[in-house]
Nanobody, 126 residues
């Protein structure tokens, strides 16, 4: 069973930055995707960003494009989410997720991911 462990959340003022990390205990295939979703109170879980391990293609939600940067460390099975110019609307619990057999058309769909971390809270004050 793959375990995902997130870290790096916290409280920051609007305009500030945070970096999230997610470590996978194992990677079950060379062709998998690993990324981030978030869920604000009273809202559905939404896609933030993801990376396909094979080839390194990265996908972003329009709401974070240009402000958030996803990167990875292959050797450590780790991804990072650098979040810049944070806004109060970015406040949410951020979840790391991994998909064992990703399909491009469903990379932004939470239900297509097989493994999930416990989540880390990000709070942006105005």
């Amino acid at each position: 069973q793959v375990q995902l462990v997130e870290s790096g959340g916290g409280l920051v003022q609007a305009g500030g930055s945070l970096r999230l990390s997610c470590v996978a205990s194992a990677r079950t295939s060379t062709n998998w995707a690993m990324g981030w979703f978030r869920q604000a109170p009273g809202k559905e879980r939404e896609f933030v960003a993801t990376i396909r391990w094979n080839g390194g293609s990265i996908y972003y939600a329009d709401t974070v494009k240009g402000r958030f940067v996803l990167s990875r460390d292959n050797a450590k099975n780790t991804i990072y989410l650098q979040m810049n110019d944070l806004k109060p609307d970015d406040t949410a619990v951020y979840y790391c997720a991994a998909d064992r057999s990703p399909i491009t058309s469903t990379l932004r769909v939470a239900n297509s991911y097989d493994y999930w971390g416990q989540g880390t809270q990000v709070t942006v004050s105005s």
